[in-house]
């Protein structure tokens, strides 16, 4: 988990998904119809920390995070982009660990627009926390 800190407010995970406005979304109700979840990551010193939640998502769909980004030589640069397709969960269709770098304005930005470029299908692009 990212340590928080007041000027670096907890980072939640990203759902891009086909619903509704008007439909509720969160991290335990399974995120029915989600197309690619984004989770964001740093790297210090060669040590991983995920965003908030991610634990949790990781073990709902049985993938390691850790070992995906040690496989990919991530480096944790804002906007790094490091796909995972999901082929035993019906809900999601692909993890993206997002690079949140030094956790800058810059950084968040990078990351967003990297969000943003995996979304090549319409959808809506939701926050859970």
Known sequence: MLLETRDQ????IIALCKRRASD??????????????????TCTDGSYQLSDG??????????????????????GSGGEAVPLEIFNSQRVQQLL???????????YRRAGATIARASQTPGEARASQ
């Open 97 to 107: 660990l997002v690079g949140l770098g030094q956790r800058s304005s810059r950084d």
């Open 9 to 12: 407010p907890t980072v939640p």
């Open 54 to 75: 991610a634990h949790d998502v990781s073990v709902e769909l049985g993938v390691d995070p850790f070992a995906v980004l040690d496989r990919a030589r991530a480096t």
């Open 24 to 41: 509720q979304l969160s991290a335990s109700d399974g995120e029915a119809g989600v197309q690619i979840l984004a989770i964001g990551f």
